[in-house]
């Protein structure tokens, strides 16, 4: 059992934490209680819609309702969270767990959107070599509630015109590797009822390429984005050593080409650009025959260094170039903008530094809040 399934020392041992349970064991609750089953949904939509922190919230409960759920249950969320904002606009916020570890959660503004970067880990099971994520190794996978908690946590500090439109699962972690707990936070992020109401065409996820369950992001309904990187095993051999050695680049491929894409949507592909390691032309062309006949566009993500880094940003002039190539071959192809790297929020930058290196590098704008 992980330490955040146990109640925190502060709690009497058999205090339930209402924001952890699913809803089939909340409907459990209230047939203990001997109340009707749907006063489940009526609780999540509490937690969830009014991102309520205390029962007495609650007002549709009796007083004495609430006297009986305040006996059995909480209601424990991040409470501690220091944010860091970009020059750009960028805001990474970093939560406090319940354990004492850090959840980093980035919003990223851009065209009337406000997109969330939501981490699915405390560190990764992978081991990418461009990514600071993967030196800190796997602290422990996000439990659902946290996954959702990033999003309470970051509206609850937003301005009251300021929603939350898109959500990419991007930040620390391999999502797929915790597919159980993603799933579950999917649900309740989409749920139109009791849930956040998120629909799941604004969600996206990414995937360092575990092929075997591909299909059950299908079944969620939201997009997908496979983070490939290289264009020769033997290249994302050295790049993504753990998964490619799972999952092969000619295993992947097969997947996404079996991939039960609905109509009018279409796969995306990431491809981080190292200076003079993946950015040649040649990589260019090997790319667009990879992806050949794939309903796809491809996202190309100039590498943001980080201290210690061993890796380059290539430079504006190749990374055009790498991007012209693609497109001649008919293919849509963006380049992304990096936004938060000031503050160590853009793709890859999420992780743990030396404390020195961080304290010079992160000044928060609002610790504590
Ligand atoms: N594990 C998932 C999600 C987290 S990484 C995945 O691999 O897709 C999110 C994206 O950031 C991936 O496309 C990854 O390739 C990219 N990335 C990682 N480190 C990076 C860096 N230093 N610079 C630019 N992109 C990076």
């Not at 299909?215 to 969620?220: E, F, G, I, R, Y």
């Amino acid at each position: 059992m992980r330490s955040n399934e146990q109640p925190s020392a502060a709690l009497p041992a058999a205090l339930i934490n209402l924001l952890a349970l699913d809803l089939p064991s909340a409907k459990r609750l209230m047939e203990k209680l001997g109340w009707p089953r749907y006063r489940a949904q009526q609780i999540f939509r509490w937690l969830h819609r009014r991102r309520v922190s205390d029962l007495a919230q609650m007002t549709d409960l009796s007083k004495t309702e609430r006297a009986r759920l305040r006996a059995i249950a909480r209601i424990e969320r991040i409470t501690e969270c220091q944010v860091f904002r970009s020059a750009d606009g960028t805001r990474k916020f970093l939560g406090r767990l319940e354990d004492g570890l850090t959840v980093e959660s980035v919003l990223i503004p851009d065209a009337g959107r406000l997109t969330l970067c939501l981490s699915t880990q405390v560190g990764c099971t992978l081991d990418c070599g461009f990514c600071l994520t993967g030196r800190m190794g796997l602290k422990r996978n996000l439990k659902a509630h946290e996954i959702v908690d990033q999003v309470l946590m970051v509206q609850d500090r937003l301005e009251a015109m300021e929603k939350v439109t898109n959500l990419v699962l991007m930040g620390m972690g391999e999502p797929l590797a915790n597919l159980d707990a993603v799933s579950d936070a999917i649900i309740r992020l989409t749920n139109t009822s009791w849930g956040l109401g998120i629909p799941a065409r604004r969600i996206t996820l990414s995937t360092a390429g575990l092929a075997s369950r591909l299909q059950d992001v299908a079944a969620l309904g939201i997009n997908l984005a496979i983070s490939l990187n290289a264009t020769t095993n033997a290249q994302r051999d050295r790049l993504m050593p753990a998964v490619n050695r799972l999952h092969p680049l000619n295993d992947l491929l097969a997947a996404c080409r079996h991939y039960p894409l609905p109509p009018r949507q279409r796969l995306t592909f990431e491809y981080v650009l190292l200076a003079g390691v993946n950015d040649t032309e040649q990589d260019a062309r090997r790319l667009t025959k990879l992806l050949n006949g794939l309903r796809c566009k491809v996202n190309l993500i100039p590498f943001n260094e980080f201290p210690g880094s061993p890796f380059r940003r290539p430079d504006e002039a190749s990374v055009l170039r790498f991007q012209s190539v693609v497109r001649r071959a008919g293919l849509d192809v963006f380049i992304r903008k990096s936004k938060g790297r000031d503050v160590l929020g853009a793709c890859g930058q999420l992780g743990d530094l030396p404390p020195s290196q961080e304290r010079a590098l992160l000044m928060p704008v609002g610790a504590g809040c």
